[in-house]
């Protein structure tokens, strides 16, 4: 069974802070994995997804994640936050179909 | 070029009515899904079409959600009769391919409230 996490339903940074968002998935081989964002009435937008070749996936607005096969994990960062950052982050894992995370929403702080 | 739309963007109705939501998908995708997240909770896979055809419909709650997409471009979904915990955002989305790694592209959802 394919499962996400996303540790912290809320994360408030300062303007110009390190952001981290978390993400653990449980799957019984190595999944492809994506984040989404999700501006105020707005749909999904797909940020960077990882497909088995590099680990470290760079993605739109200088947001990058890691995935760590030994930690399952792809936590999504960027060094630093700005207001426009502010919107609720999915973390998706997809096997035949998509399995997404209870999404984590972000509060930036000027 | 156009994004995937969806319509309307809130209802409200009551316990026992029929709605139906429907989604215009990026032109030229043969695949459309549809989602659904329950306040609070993730975004659950409801079902897959390509072209007019359902290719996996496993995320369907029960019988009273009716998908369709005749001639293989929007589709609707219809809940009848609507009960309290189909409450939620419905989410469609469109792709071109239907590898693992094609990128979906998601409209804006359906806020349903059942009251």
């Known amino acids: 069974a394919q499962s996400v996490t996303q540790l912290g339903s809320h994360v408030s940074v300062s303007e110009g802070a390190l952001v981290l968002l978390r993400c653990n998935y449980s799957s019984s081989v190595p999944p492809y994995l994506f984040w989404y964002v999700q501006y105020p009435n707005q749909g999904l937008q797909l940020l960077l997804k990882?497909?088995?070749?590099?680990?470290l996936v760079k993605g739109i607005n200088g947001f990058e994640a890691e995935f760590k096969k030994s930690e399952t994990s792809f936590h999504l960062t960027k060094p630093s936050a700005h207001m426009s950052d502010a919107a609720e982050y999915f973390c998706?894992?997809?096997?035949?179909?998509?399995?997404f995370g209870t999404g984590t929403s972000l509060t930036v702080i000027p | 070029e156009a994004g995937v739309t969806q319509f309307p963007s809130h209802s409200v109705i009551e316990k026992g009515q029929t709605v139906t939501l429907r989604c215009d998908p990026i032109s030229g995708h043969d695949n459309l899904y549809w989602y659904r997240r329950v306040m609070g909770k993730e975004i659950k896979f409801l079902l897959h079409?390509?072209?007019?055809?359902?290719?996996?419909e496993s995320g369907m709650p029960n019988n009273r959600f009716l998908a369709e997409r005749t001639g293989g471009t929007y589709s609707t979904l219809k809940v009848q009769p609507a009960e309290l915990e189909d409450s939620g955002v419905y989410f469609c989305?469109?792709?071109?391919?239907?590898?693992?790694?094609?990128?979906?592209?998601f409209g804006p959802g359906t806020r349903l409230t059942v009251l």
């Open positions: 079409f390509v072209k007019e055809s359902k290719q996996d």
């Open positions: 998706a894992v997809r096997r035949n179909q998509f399995y």
């Open positions: 990882y497909t088995s070749a590099a680990t």
């Open positions: 989305a469109s792709s071109q391919l239907r590898g693992s790694t094609d990128t979906q592209y």
